[in-house]
């Protein structure tokens, strides 16, 4: 047991909590103070964009009146499932947003950017129809990150049941959700704020905040998870060091895991997960605290991975995806990944497009959308090979990209 | 002497000269293979934009028809002084650009990116007449960047003279040349590029390229300058380890000279510049090569200075004004910095602002003129209070930055 300066007692636990608090006190305070752009507002009519290396790109706003959308599923029928943050689940059916929410999605913790998250088909949905999504449960003053399912019905969620859930975090720790190829699944649990406070919590083994962690679709621990019957370490634990993910996807080729984290003032990173890793937050790390101090004094480190892409100043990246589709010939192979603020200017956003050369190091990026300002959540390809995007609002949008035919 | 695995024996110097080549023809290639934005020409008209801080900023087309257009000086009745890279330098007077060179400029070597680049005016101009300019001095197989002075006449340059001569260098070395409070000029030197090869000119004392040097108003070096009478050491040096310098200014409070420099992929910089220290290229960089690589190891090393500002991706900054105006009251103490590509895209650029916060440290940047696609050149507060701006084009411009008065 500790004293502190005011002469209390506290556990380690209650202490990282209180950090949180302060922790997170100051990044709200920080985005309060930001300047911004007015907002504007999507256009009624598809946009044509010219771009870098497909010359017409078309934008089409598929549902509107979304509340701050999170994340997307394509249903075999052609619909569309896409979570609400403040704990809803829509469908498009036929083009056409259902104006009554789903049943049976549980109560979820919605303070700041707690809430419902990101939504993945079972690989065998169409037999089972099986639905997996992340959210914060409400767990005393904070939440826990957690996975759950349930039948997907004409109406809503049957059999709904929660198959894991995080240690306590602070009320914005983000989660991503995504089926592997052998039919187990990537979960991602950020919330390591506060490089000296919560961050640490990234790098202890036995705590699955600031992890990705791997599980099978029931919610067991695979056998070959690489800390499985190490002493001190949690099992579900897949890769270590990650400060909050808001992207992730699966590489359509090689099958690995990638996901990508925000920084707090720069150093936003895409990382390669590799099982067992240790991605570095906040040990090793280009950015900088709200504050301005360097999180830390070095970038690389024997024994931590370093990122594929590191941006400074901060994009906030958000959802991923890999694009294989043949509608847009020239972007194959490309990442694109959502970002939610640019240049810490409030109301902007974009959606950024990374090209890699033939060894798999990044050869340039684009900035596409810029003009319409919007917060990107989420970006991914359908299984008609189009682009659709979340834009991140009170009033969201689902946006579809497509090529202008030549 | 050292033997080549071709058997041949080289000088170091010649070994040098032929990696250059290789070093600058794989630059070309890569920028030669870029996909690009189709070119946008500039509006006719006012362009009026809003901007996070100051509501509405209109654009306004000064000049236009300058050939790549690169520095830019106001003289005291109100005219413009403009540089053209191939070798001439223009004067706007009463806002009407003349459409006869001045006469009395050297030849220039003006292969790829050299040619004639920065230009600046004697502090005491107004009695003595000096301008300033740095140029690409044809040397043999490269170039020399050459200082030069000469006394404006009505129709050209009268007792023109070259102050300093680097060593020789290849024909992308660029230079802007600064005075500063004290009377005194600081001038960059550019063209250490090659990790492997140039870039380890930028650490070589003897060697004037990669370096801040800085120079009494007659050439001579001044006699409290940081390695006068150190073994060793070129007495003009001011700092080291610099790789290619396009954009530089005195801070208007504090007299520092700062000046920005282009990593290859990555690792832009802005550098508060300290007498005699070193900024560290290819040592520590954020940067990797064209091919893909990691220039560097490490970031950080004691005795290297660390950057103000870093960009991942590159923005490839130029020409940068502090702004002290009071036409935009909400941009006083920011920094300006033209970029000329940005995601490694052709056709795009902008011009970025960047606020730092109390303790001075990086608070958030702003992208503007992002609509307008240029590369931007240079930027310049002029003595009206206003921002001017100059694009890098076969057909640039001279653009006007003003408030939308409220």
Redesign the interface.
């Known amino acids: 047991m500790r004293l502190h300066a005011d002469g209390s007692s506290r556990s380690p636990r209650a202490t990282i909590a209180l950090a949180f608090v302060c922790a997170l006190a100051v990044a709200a305070d920080a985005a309060a103070q ?5 907002p504007v507002p999507l256009p009624d009519e598809p946009v044509v964009f ?4 497909e ?1 017409q790109v078309r934008v089409v706003v598929v549902a509107r009146g979304l509340e701050h959308p999170w994340g997307l599923a394509f249903l075999p029928d052609g619909g569309l499932l896409v979570t609400e943050r403040p704990g809803r689940l829509r469908i498009v059916r036929d083009g056409v947003l259902d104006p009554e929410p789903l049943t049976g999605v549980p109560e979820v913790y919605s303070q700041g950017l707690a809430g419902l998250m990101d939504v993945a088909l079972h690989p065998e949905f169409a037999e089972n129809r099986l639905v997996y999504w992340t959210y914060s449960k409400p767990a005393g003053e904070g939440a826990w990150v957690t996975l759950a399912r349930g039948r997907l019905t004409e109406h809503g969620l049957a059999d709904v049941e929660d198959l894991f859930l995080s240690d306590p975090v602070g009320g914005t720790a983000a989660s991503r959700v995504v089926f592997a190829p052998d039919g187990s699944l990537y979960m991602t649990v950020g919330g390591a704020f506060g490089a000296a406070t919560g961050g640490l919590r990234a790098q202890d083994p036995g705590d699955t905040v600031g992890k990705v962690v791997r599980l099978l679709d029931d919610g067991g621990i695979p056998d070959d998870n690489p800390f499985v019957g190490q002493d001190g370490y949690r099992p579900e634990i897949y890769s270590l060091g990650h400060r909050n993910q808001l992207g992730a996807a699966v590489h359509p080729e090689t099958g690995e895991f990638w996901a990508n984290e925000n920084g707090p ?2 150093g936003d990173e895409l990382n390669r997960i590799r099982p067992g890793a240790n991605y570095g937050w906040p040990v090793v790390s ?1 950015s ?1 605290e709200y504050s ?2 360097r999180v830390a ?4 480190q024997e024994g931590m991975e370093p990122a594929e892409i ?4 901060s994009v906030a990246p958000s959802g991923m995806a890999f694009y294989d589709g043949d509608r847009f010939p020239n972007w194959r192979g490309h990442v694109f990944v959502g970002s939610l603020r ?5 109301n ?1 956003g974009h959606l950024e497009r990374i090209v890699f ?1 033939e ?1 798999g ?7 596409l959308l ?2 319409l300002r919007q917060r990107i959540r989420d970006v991914r390809q359908g299984p008609d090979g189009l682009l659709y995007v979340l834009t991140d609002a009170d009033d969201g949008a689902i946006l579809r990209l497509e090529p202008v035919e030549r």
């Open positions: 930001l300047p911004g752009l007015p010219a771009t870098a290396e010359p003032l720069g280009y900088r301005g101090g004094d070095r970038t690389f590191v941006w400074l100043p640019t240049g810490m200017i409030r902007t050369n060894q190091q990044e050869a340039r990026r684009e900035w810029t003009e």
